[in-house]
């Protein structure tokens, strides 16, 4: 795992948490996103070089609806960048890790992605992320 990618934070309400975080990190939301697949419309914030996802649920299915009904809003996960998710997710597989996926899926911010379950890593979730690189 090279650095941390971002911290993702569950919020109940996107526009309001922008101009929160925009007024709290003294900096502009640089990206909105809709990721259907997960049911959730993401913002980012850049802070020197760390990142800063804001996540609102668009489904009461979606897991970031579930974890603001079971916890409140706040951190939702931490994100590491990868150079090699398939490797990474099968180094993982052999630590005894169990991956919330089989494979890495498509997410925010032009990345592929895979979770670790949290009851392995101390309550956390863990994403693990890698660029999607276009020829």
């Not at 603001?68 to 996960?77: A, F």
Request: hydrophobic share 40%.
């Amino acid at each position: 795992m090279n650095k941390i990618e971002h911290i993702g934070i569950a919020v109940k309400d996107l526009n309001t948490s922008i101009d929160l975080y925009q007024k709290l990190l003294n900096t502009d939301c640089y990206k909105t996103e809709q990721v259907t697949t997960e049911f959730v419309n993401t913002a980012f914030f850049k802070t020197g070089e760390n990142k800063v996802e804001l996540l609102q649920a668009t489904s009461p299915e979606s897991a970031i609806a579930k974890f603001i009904e079971k916890k409140g809003e706040g951190i939702h996960h931490i994100a590491f960048l990868v150079d090699d998710i398939l490797a990474e997710m099968e180094r993982l597989h052999n630590e005894g890790f169990v991956l919330l996926s089989d494979s890495p899926k498509k997410g925010a911010d032009n990345k592929m992605v895979c979770f670790v379950h949290p009851k392995d890593t101390n309550g956390v979730l863990i994403e693990i992320c890698q660029e999607i690189k276009w020829l």
